[in-house]
């Protein structure tokens, strides 16, 4: 199995997709006439729409009961993307899990939503 997108709904639409954009250089291309009825934005990961934002409802929406935890993305580049996130000012929090020989690093959207990048790179 693997991920095939994510959907996360948001309060502001603008800020999220720009934060996706610009921490994983992905681009937003148009979304079936379906759905173009739902404010949102679907933002590729080359051919295939791994993130999906859809409009909220102008507050947060967390509920805290049977909700995602966090979602996950396996990338190359640790250091770099370690770095990214510095020049960007994000904050974030690092994880090296030594039997796995995986790398870390955890972070929150705009809106407070858990990313977890991992890295499959040796761990020094």
């Not at 000012?89 to 858990?114: A, H, N, W």
Request: hydrophobic share 35%.
């Amino acid at each position: 199995m693997k991920i095939d997108h994510i959907t996360i709904r948001t309060g502001n639409l603008a800020k999220t997709k720009a934060f996706f954009e610009t921490v994983f250089d992905l681009v937003e291309k148009p979304r079936p006439k379906v759905v173009q009825r739902i404010p949102g934005h679907w933002l590729f990961n080359g051919k295939h729409p791994f993130v999906h934002l859809i409009g909220g409802y102008g507050h947060r929406t967390d509920f805290t009961t049977n909700n995602i935890d966090h979602v996950g993305f396996q990338m190359k580049g640790y250091q770099k993307f370690k770095q990214k996130l510095q020049e960007l000012k994000i904050r974030y929090s690092l994880m090296d899990i030594e039997e796995l020989q995986e790398r870390r690093i955890f972070f929150r959207t705009p809106d407070g939503v858990l990313l977890e990048t991992v890295f499959n790179e040796k761990i020094k």
